[in-house]
């Protein structure tokens, strides 16, 4: 064990980088189709998002104007569910987009 220890300080001590030199790249032909793949998914998700969102305000307008109590509480939790699937969609596309963007 103090053999290698003596190497890598030894190693670390003459300049050498412990961590290779590697820049992670994303083949060409996968680039475009997989850019175009989160486009869509992350563009549908949060049209979707949106739909839940204007479905559950619309639940809460019918539900208090008629008294129905369980169905405008069911609108107000689909708006925030809505707000935070969205959220939620916009940012992890976001990040899968920088980690594939990170390669060029």
Known sequence: MSQLLHHVVT???????????????????LKDPTSKILGWAAGLGLALAVLGGLTGWGCVAIGHNSERAGLAARGKQAILWSLIAGLGISVTSGLVAMFYNMGK
Do not use: Q
């Open 11 to 29: 190693y670390l001590a003459d300049g050498g980088d412990p961590v290779p030199k590697f820049e992670p790249t994303v083949p060409d032909k």
